[in-house]
């Protein structure tokens, strides 16, 4: 059975930029979370999507954007890319919200 | 507000000697906790859920215990093989809280 799968694995962009990473969840899974993982703040909560709909949002600015589709696949966008987005993102699917959650390996992105 | 404590930040073991993480949290009804494996540069690796006050998972060198404030997760005997950051998560009333992790390095 196929795990997470993120793309691209690793991104360099410049500030000011916008930047679009995806995510394909387990199949069977319609729920799909996104994190951001610091070293200095750990693993932070971006989004939650659950049948295409945003079921709870993080304290990120608004740059942060998500969404997802009808086959459960679900995308990130950050525009207006500042040096400190620069992190390991990591998508997170599960059955439902409740259960646990299986990871991919995560889009490394370093803005310059 | 959810919290996650992890402890101690960093564990640094013999091969074969025995140890223990802590997990403290506080959360708004308790709807599972979870650990996690992470090795440097993947994604985290899921190990247990525990739901309920006095249960206990395992796993190989790997069990995890739950009371009503915190987690344990007991390495026995511990290998080089072993060596990763071990997260510690909780869920509550809103998605996932996690801690910052305990970095176990097992020396052969």
């Known amino acids: 059975k196929a795990g997470v799968t993120q793309t691209p694995r690793y991104l360099i962009k410049t500030r000011g930029q916008q930047v679009t990473l995806s995510c394909s969840p387990i199949?069977?899974?319609?729920?799909v979370s996104w994190y951001q993982q610091t070293p200095g703040q750990g693993l932070q909560f971006l989004f939650e999507?659950?049948?295409?709909?945003?079921?709870n949002k993080g304290n990120f600015p608004g740059r942060f954007s998500g969404r997802q589709f009808s086959n459960s696949r679900s995308e990130m966008n950050v525009s207006t890319l500042e040096l400190g987005d620069s992190a390991l993102y990591l998508c997170?699917?599960?059955?439902?919200?409740?259960?646990?959650?299986?990871f991919g390996q995560g889009t490394r992105l370093t803005v310059v | 507000e959810d919290q996650v404590t992890q402890s101690p930040e960093a564990l640094r073991l013999q091969e074969g000697e025995s140890s223990s993480l802590n997990c403290s949290y506080t959360?708004?009804?308790?709807?599972?906790l979870f650990w996690y494996r992470q090795d440097p540069g993947k994604g985290p690796e899921f190990l247990f859920t525990?739901?309920?006050a006095g249960e206990e998972k395992e796993k190989e060198r790997l069990k995890a215990t739950l009371t009503k404030k915190e987690s344990f997760l007991h390495i026995t005997a511990p290998k080089p093989e072993d060596s990763a950051t071990y997260l510690c998560?909780?869920?509550?009333?809103?998605?996932?809280?996690f801690g910052k992790g305990t970095r176990l390095s097992v020396i052969a």
């Open positions: 997170a699917s599960s059955l439902t919200a409740e259960t646990e959650a299986f």
């Open positions: 199949s069977g899974h319609r729920s």
């Open positions: 999507y659950f049948s295409e709909t945003q079921r």
């Open positions: 959360v708004s009804g308790l709807r599972g």
């Open positions: 525990l739901y309920s």
């Open positions: 998560a909780v869920q509550g009333n809103t998605p996932l809280v």
